[in-house]
């Protein structure tokens, strides 16, 4: 069975410091993982996802994510925080034969100050 | 440009009624899903479908039921709401790879409060 875990349901972050937001998963078999982004009111946009490809991976908005398979991590990070990446982030965990189902974390609230 | 949309935004009913949540995808999909979501708990699957007329139970789906009778549309019913059925619920859809697991794409979300 597949569970992902993400450290810290809150996080502030001055603009233009490092974005770290922490991703740890469990699966049987080789996974698919992917980051999701949340703005207020609105529904989830993907980031970016691993599929076994790279294990660095580039997303939208600056953020990459590397894959480690030895610490079953893949966390997410962004050089310099802009105010617009206030939001909330879930990291998803899928794997084949699965129909497409993905495990979600239970999300990381991030602060942008100024 | 894809689109999944849901009826509602905002939903307000009454605890017993029963509850039509819709949800519209028009990128061909055959997996469809619905999620509730709640604050520290992230996103729970309720129920989802890999066909039409074909559903499966998800994490929670107990108050719950789905009807897919068209490949682009999948609903969730609450047959009788309750107070903590009061969530955001979402919907996604994805498509079928041979191999491999595809991203997917989420709709606006529906608000319900159940008084």
């Known amino acids: 069975a597949q569970s992902v875990t993400q450290l810290g349901s809150h996080v502030s972050v001055s603009e233009g410091a490092l974005v770290l937001l922490r991703c740890n998963y469990s699966s049987s078999v080789p996974p698919y993982l992917f980051w999701y982004v949340q703005y207020p009111n609105q529904g989830l946009q993907l980031l970016l996802k691993y599929t076994s490809a790279a294990t660095l991976v580039k997303g939208i908005n600056g953020f990459e994510a590397e894959f480690k398979k030895s610490e079953t991590s893949f966390h997410l990070t962004k050089p310099s925080a802009h105010m617009s990446d206030a939001a909330e982030y879930f990291c998803a965990v899928s794997e084949t034969d699965s129909w497409g189902k993905f495990q979600f974390g239970a999300g990381t609230q991030v602060v942008v100050t100024p | 440009d894809v689109k999944v949309t849901q009826s509602s935004r905002y939903l307000v009913k009454r605890t017993g009624e029963k509850v039509f949540l819709e949800c519209v995808q028009d990128?061909?999909?055959?997996?469809m899903f619905w999620y509730r979501q709640d604050p520290g708990l992230g996103l729970r699957l309720i129920y989802f479908?890999?066909?039409?007329?074909?559903?499966e139970k998800g994490d929670i789906p107990e108050g719950y039921s789905v009807s897919r009778e068209k490949k682009e549309r999948f609903s969730l019913i609450l047959e009788s709401a309750s107070t903590n059925q009061t969530s955001m619920y979402l919907c996604?859809?994805?498509?079928?790879?041979?191999?491999?697991?595809?991203?997917?794409?989420f709709g606006p979300g529906t608000r319900l409060t159940v008084t």
């Open positions: 996604a859809s994805s498509s079928l790879l041979g191999s491999g697991v595809d991203e997917q794409y």
């Open positions: 990128m061909d999909h055959e997996n």
């Open positions: 479908s890999y066909d039409v007329k074909m559903k």
